[in-house]
T-cell receptor, first 117, second 116 residues
Framework: SQQGEEDPQALSIQEGENATMNCSYK?????LQWYRQNSGRGLVHLIL?????REKHSGRLRVTLDTSKKSSSLLITASRAADTASYFC?????????????????FGKGTLLTVNP | DGGITQSPKYLFRKEGQNVTLSCEQN?????MYWYRQDPGQGLRLIYY???????QKGDIAEGYSVSREKKESFPLTVTSAQKNPTAFYLC???????????????FGPGTRLTVL
């Protein structure tokens, strides 16, 4: 089942505007990650926020996490046409095996962001 | 250049045929993953491997098989038992956790498989 669910499914804005995408999840997490995917390409990691953090910044990106509401938001400020992509949140479950610990990531369906020049 | 590569980029298969998708990484990562992505959907985990010669089923392993004979390589075979194999397949890798550090997954460019 999908753990993270992004909202909205699609967002269209003008260059220079801010874009906000939301993610809700159902069970407790260790951390939450946001990824970006250009059409037909692989995913690129954007930012990770730990469960004990409330806000994190990276360049024009701002991520918030509200564990009481089981939700996160990704804000892209001063958007550019090159920001056009799908954005996914991913929540984790720890896998413990012979190789040590790793995360199994569960992805939402994503938000398709279109930034118009 | 360090990275993760997948080949081929596009693959066409006739019904009833097995096909193998390649995934190679030179990042010295211990863990590797295979995901399937359908149009307008998120990623679903097929198989993962945390160490050489060991792998585990993900959420949708039926109709797929993998091997992990080398740290750098994690090929995925889509068998004829997979009823709806047309999809975009993504391979990823990550470092093993140590000292409480969290890790991101690095993705390859993907293989688009179409069954004719």
């Amino acid at each position: 089942s999908q753990q993270g669910e992004e909202d909205p499914q699609a967002l269209s804005i003008q260059e220079g505007e801010n874009a906000t995408m939301n993610c809700s999840y159902k069970t407790s997490i260790n951390n939450l990650q946001w990824y970006r995917q250009n059409s037909g390409r692989g995913l690129v990691h954007l930012i990770l926020i730990r469960s004990n953090e409330r806000e994190k910044h990276s360049g024009r990106l701002r991520v918030t996490l509200d564990t009481s509401k089981k939700s996160s938001s990704l804000l892209i400020t001063a958007s550019r046409a090159a920001d056009t992509a799908s954005y996914f949140c991913a929540t984790d479950a720890v896998l413990i095996g012979r190789g040590g610990s790793n995360y199994k990531l569960t992805f939402g369906k994503g938000t398709l962001l279109t930034v118009n020049p | 250049d360090g990275g993760i590569t997948q080949s081929p980029k596009y693959l066409f298969r006739k019904e009833g045929q097995n096909v193998t998708l390649s995934c190679e990484q030179n990042l010295n990562h211990d863990a590797m993953y295979w995901y399937r992505q359908d149009p307008g959907q998120g990623l679903r985990l097929i198989y993962y491997s945390q160490i050489v010669n060991d792998f585990q089923k993900g959420d949708i392993a039926e109709g797929y098989s993998v091997s992990r004979e080398k740290k750098e390589s994690f090929p995925l075979t889509v068998t004829s038992a997979q009823k709806n194999p047309t999809a975009f397949y993504l391979c990823a890798s990550s470092m093993a956790l140590s000292g409480g550090h969290y890790n991101e997954q690095f993705f390859g460019p993907g293989t688009r498989l179409t069954v004719l």
